[in-house]
């Protein structure tokens, strides 16, 4: 071993973590331009891949989107409506459905209330128990 520089009678210690720990500090090698290049264009390929892929989505959502309305027209009843709508319900819908009452259209004209009054209460059944 001492033709190649190294003692012939000293065996090699381990390594204490402070030198482990200058050892790592000192070995970090910086990438190459090779390298820094090989990570732009990787960058470059899942954004262009990801624009496409958005390009995509967006085409084919626009083509169900028309297709649909285009369903849409071509399905329509060219029927003449039979329903009229009344004056008064373009007035009041609440009040044609029966949710709110029916307010006067006039100043001179009062609402009219009617109210019915509430049933007599039911009797609870009775049960009948059989004796032991």
């Known amino acids: 071993m001492a ?3 190294f003692p012939a009678g000293k065996q090699a210690s381990a390594p204490t973590e ?3 720990a200058a050892a790592s500090a000192l070995a970090h090698v910086p990438p190459t331009t090779r390298e820094l290049r090989a990570q732009a264009v990787h960058r470059l390929q899942v954004g262009l891949f990801g624009l496409a892929g958005m390009l995509l989505l967006v085409s084919l959502a626009n083509v169900i989107m028309d297709r649909a309305k285009y369903i849409d027209a071509s399905a329509v ?3 003449a409506p039979t329903v009229q709508a009344s004056e ?3 007035k009041d819908p609440l009040a044609d459905m029966g949710v709110a009452p029916q307010l ?3 100043a001179k004209e ?3 209330v009617a109210i019915s009054p509430a049933p ?3 009797p609870a059944p009775t049960v009948n128990v059989p004796k032991s």
């Open 3 to 5: 033709l190649f520089g």
């Open 18 to 20: 402070a030198e482990i």
């Open 88 to 90: 008064t319900s373009a």
């Open 104 to 106: 006067p259209v006039t």
């Open 77 to 79: 009843n060219t029927a």
């Open 110 to 112: 009062k609402p009219t």
């Open 120 to 122: 007599p209460p039911t």
